[in-house]
């Protein structure tokens, strides 16, 4: 199903609308969207449906649906569960085309309200009627003064038109950050909450958002993701926008996951694949509200650093060490200033010290040319991609504030192209005149920072072309998923394996290894044992003709003893492999998101550290690349401590190849497991694999 | 130097002051602290300083320190640097007990600044008048109305007595953290900020505001600690008087610790062994000010949960999972209800859910009953330690608001006892009624979360005895630092090692292998080798008495060619050891808190991952198990993924022995490292080690 950018014209901006379940009382549920309408000016029609009242809130209330003078654009439904399927089949029955559904007993509601949800979702198939919840807070459009929604946070005011849409599966939390965003004055130009997501769902809401001009950010909210190819349009179509999805995840826990099954009647998913998925198109997936506000604070500023360099300006020196604790725990990076700025400043001012961060001490409120001059040369400074002032409390000093305010003014003014956050405590005016002077402003340098950082990431994801998914490899067919056969399949996919041969007698063993060259190791082949060691189906280190029949003989009578009724098709004759770095390569199929390539250094490290890299299959040579780097572990590929420098572009090959494989056979293969992979100087060569049919 | 608990009496409550470089204009530092003085209602005498003017702010002033009519008690110096320290010696002369110096210009700032410091020094010593400072903002006492401060922040009004006291290196730093804490309501008692330390430091403002009867928590930040000793003495008062220290360390990160030196030059310390006095201390470490402060503020609170167990009650499902993730992050565990009490409150109310986290549903808003019931049941349930209330944005609605108050304040009254938390968004006044009902409140949902964490951490730490570093080992004397000799020293502190003999022939090799029997290992004894596998200095797996003479042979061999000058002491011949995992033990003299302890896995974990846990030395048995458990390698000693579970007791009391050696000796050696340590389920035994005399 592709991501059609008009899904929510109707839904936001309908011409005329029924309030089914109208209510006369203002403040109850059922009669705040009619308040809200009236209030916000909105110019369509609304029609309150109530069979119990002649005139509701002001209006003519009509007894049904079928009895208003013509078929409304919308239907919001403000009944009960039972009461809102039956009005929805016949607001579908009449041609509605769009219906917003509060009431709560659906499908997060027991198998009563799991039989309810699936009416719905009948109506929605056979009528294309679309429909927003149930369990749901509705949707507003501040720019075109609809607001379809029940939600009390709006009784604080309505909002005017502003550059923020939010897309919350959840209706309270899309509400609590209209909320914080209102109080932030980031301006919320859209809500949409869908719920339990019978049809419309965070996915299609973020793509049609995307591509409105009025919307310059994005802040989603998910507990799952109900279908992985729309959700991957949708970030696609924001991607090509260049508008930044800001994204929070709940669910992410165990205990999260959980509860997110009784509350929206979602799987959370896999967060590593989620995590995948955000690095790939860009999403800034954030942990906490807080950070979630901050950033899309950052994103409306619009200047996105192409670097993690950090200019530090300070007048403390705590600060400035602050700042440096925080820019390093962020991942940016605070290199000195030019030695000749530094001289230059110090012959002027040799009280401060300039080398980065700048710091001014407290003399520089006798002296404020120090200020200019300080903030002139790390602004004007090519080595730094952003810069972090702290003001510390001294904007509160009623004589100092106009003073910092000129200063920091002028300084960002001349330099409009440079992002410049400011850390500070001030009186709200003061705090507003830094703002207006196109700085970002904090109060807690710590969160400065970290904004700085994830606007940073997003001007590397934004620059990022999107994987191309259409690379897939060619389709194969298995059949016993035995290790021979998984060793071919990935031999034909361009993975590097051993030189192996499988024999069925001594003679054939020989000649094997006398082909491969010595020593070699022989292996068991057979799709009844998995772990081969355990049962005395391997011999390592096998150095002449007649040790390799001694050792055909005792793998024979090894798994014999162990495994009596195992199949054995034959043993695998290869040579010993390079010293070297195992690593793991596998797939699997996502349930959301489908096939998924896994990289991840062996042994404990996997297993003990859960220290492994996940992309969307097929990737790509870079993105593979980016996955080798990814992991903590990394350095022992990497020549850290004296192991060998391991051959990071054979490795990337055999990702990608392992990735194109799963994603061109997801339909017959489940999983793959490369296990381990032999990373050396010389290469990447695969030593045992297995690939399991779906 | 044991910590004079009334330090600070005099220098925050002197019944005199004499303000030297006191200006007429309250405006200006050098004006300020006497504004502040008259407008606090300080009932001591307060004599300007200034040769150049009669009155200044309305008092006599005097041309210097002699001309007045008595000895101050403290003496506020708000003069430049040179002329500061002749103030000093004047002071000191006179028999002023304490100054507070405001200037800059010393240590942090080049030789000339470092000398003028010394000058200070020198004063101290030889007088013993205290002296706060240089390069500081001042002290002061909201209790004796005592403001010996030019903090800027200080103009927005003086505060009342409070709970809170502040000690802090950074001037800066300390008075962001006031303002901010009176903004929030908390308090602010004591402010003192001890600049670049010449004599008052942060560890002696903390021992002596922990013992006052007004102070409920102390919020420390530091750069560097001065000095160790002192510094752990004072959290030792803390934690005898239950006080709270929540402590800011800056300069953890490499590029912070480098600004570090340049502001207030100390040395940052290294990281991890202030990590280690912390958890030894039971200091609350905070990362950034926003948890600094909210750790505070729930201190105040006082109640500290005894456990880790949170129950979650929510009108949204949405925010419910969110507070499991929050939850899960800061490792607090939510378990769910007991099933009959879930049980019961369904058939009340079968349209929520009551697993853990409760979730009400929009619907509670139609029925408070709920509201009440759900709280009663969690917080009567024995099965939580604190409990966590999100409220979403209700709390808004001018409806919802006195309900919600009636409800949570009713419930929080019955259950005085218990810790809860609630996070929602409300205005102001809506805010401060829950707070007055007991409860902690957050708009942000994060920090509640993280914040009862805290408490929790506060109480294991509180309840923890201190260590006691008393039960030192014996004193060894080092002489080479040979592997044998090491050995030797670690198997007298009680380290198991495996019985090996070094041997100075063939023959003696024969004798020692059929001791201790075969096969054995045979290892270059040599003071200038130091990686012996490298260069053939270790033959492994002997198998007979032949091989033994062979393997002699070689090792001298392969040595002579390798390192042509080493004298070689011997052979060491030794069993071969248990299969198992190889663990590190070591320990170094840190240069602020002396010998410390280490523990990590081998290899790449310690080498890569830094994967290592640190302790003060001496340790008991029972920090070195949390020392074990702590490493985030631990299940590989546990027997995770079918590793063999090891004597983890043995390796405690390998510990504990290492610990004790280091803190015994640590005069006489720099550093032991024993290394690998072969733990294994029948012990845990030291296969190489070294121990270099300092």
Redesign the interface.
Known sequence: VAVAAQTLDVLLAPRSVAIIGASDEP?R?SGRTQRYLRDAGYEGAVYPVNPNRGVVQGLPAFPSLRDLPEVPDVALVAVPAERAVEALEEAAELGVKGAIVFA??FA??GEGGTLLQRRVAEVVASTGMRVVGPNCLGVFSAHDRFFGTF???L??GLPEPGPVAIA??????G??LF??AQRRGLGVGYLVTTGNEVDVDVAEAIGSLAVRDDVTVILG?A?GIRDGERFLEALAEAHRRRTPVVF?K???????A???S???ASLAGSDEVFDAVCEEYGVLRV????EQLDVAYGCLRGIFPHGRRLGVVS????????I??????CGL??PPLPDDVQAGLLKRFP?A?F?N?V?L???V?QDWDLLDAALEAVLACDRFDAVVVSL???P?????APRLQEALGAAAGRHPERLVALTC?AEPEGLRAFGEAGLLVF?????AVATVAALARAAECLARDLPDRSTAGTQVSVSRGTEDEAKRLLAEAGVEVLPERTVHSEGEAVAAADAVGYPVVLKVVSPDVTHKTDVGGVVVGVEDADAVRRAYTAVHEGVHVAVPDARIDGVLVAPMAPDGVDVIIGSHCDATFGPVVAFGLGG?FV???DDVSMALAPVDTDRAHRMIRSI??F??LDG??G?PLCDLDALATAIVAVSRLAAANAASIRSIDVNPVRASPSGAVALDASVVPA
Do not use: F, N, W
Not at 250 to 256: I, L, Q, T, Y
């Open positions: 403040t549920i709560a007993g997060e509601h939600a009390i946070a009784d604080g919350s599966q959840s209706g309270a939390y509400s609590h909320t914080l909210y507990e929070l709940a669910g992410r826990s165990e205990v999260g959980q509860a997110v009784s509350h929206t942990t906490t509200t807080e007048l403390s020196g705590g600060m400035g060490v602050q440096c604790d925080a820019a390093d725990r990076e605070v009280y010290s080398a961060p710091d001490t407290a003399q409120v510390t409390t001294v509160l000093g009623l004589q100092a405590l109060e807690d340098l710590d969160r404990v297993e003990l550290l903590r572990g350095g022992i850290a401590r192991t």
